[in-house]
């Protein structure tokens, strides 16, 4: 039996704004808390770890982020990031970033 004390328990996603690259690894998704594309099933986390927001996405249901955003990361906390997750044919997955840069300005 789960008790609520287990899951308050459970460790959160293991991100760290400053290092997450390409060779993070799978992010395992702990409590999906928004519906980013609407279609009834929630399938997204936001963590603030430290000063940044990590916005991680599951978009094909299986509990491991498909994409993540990175707001307010860097020195001056004024740098974003997108990652996408992929995991090739021989099995090694990887995180691609697909945009990134610094906000405002
Ligand atoms: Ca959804
Ligand atoms: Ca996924």
């Known amino acids: 039996m789960i008790s609520t004390v287990d899951l308050s328990e459970m460790p959160g996603p ?3 704004p400053d290092t997450f690259g390409a060779d993070s690894g799978a992010v395992r ?7 980013i594309d609407g279609d009834g099933v929630l399938d997204t986390q936001t963590l603030e770890v430290d000063d940044a927001l990590v916005v991680a996405t599951d978009t094909d249901g299986d509990g491991s982020a498909d994409h993540i955003v990175i707001v307010g990361s860097g020195v001056d906390g004024g740098e974003y ?3 996408e ?3 090739d044919a021989d099995g090694r997955e990887r995180w691609e970033c ?5 906000l405002g300005g």
């Open 14 to 16: 293991e991100i760290d």
């Open 29 to 35: 998704l702990t409590d999906v808390a928004f519906d």
């Open 81 to 83: 990031s997108a990652w």
């Open 85 to 87: 997750f992929h995991r």
């Open 98 to 102: 697909t945009d990134g840069g610094t």
